[in-house]
């Protein structure tokens, strides 16, 4: 099993910027796939940046530029460094780890929400 818990998130004003932190423990090893996904009111969780197999990002087109993704192995934690925030921006962020250990299971945090205002 692995846990998840996001912080960071909070109210800021547009062009502002906001960083989340997403810290994994339990059983952490073989996690392939570490990222981050985001839920407005009445729209489908999409993706933002995720680190994938491999050691690449990706990321969504309309954050590439404004938010960068980084981690530390050391602690197991993810980084999601959001800046130039639009009120367009704001949901509810979520942490996603993908492990494989013969299948695959995802596990998501309990999300954090960001709120942009104009």
Known sequence: QVQLVESGGGLVQAGGSLRLSCAASGTTYKIERMGWYRQAPGKQRE???????????????SMKGRFTISRDNQKNTVYLQMNGLKPEDTA???????Q????W???WGQGTQVTVSS
């Open 92 to 98: 509810v962020y979520y942490c996603n780890a993908q």
């Open 47 to 61: 993706l933002v940046a995720a680190f994938i197999p491999g050691g690449g990002t990706s990321y969504a087109g």
């Open 100 to 103: 494989y250990n013969g299948t």
């Open 105 to 107: 299971k995802s596990y």
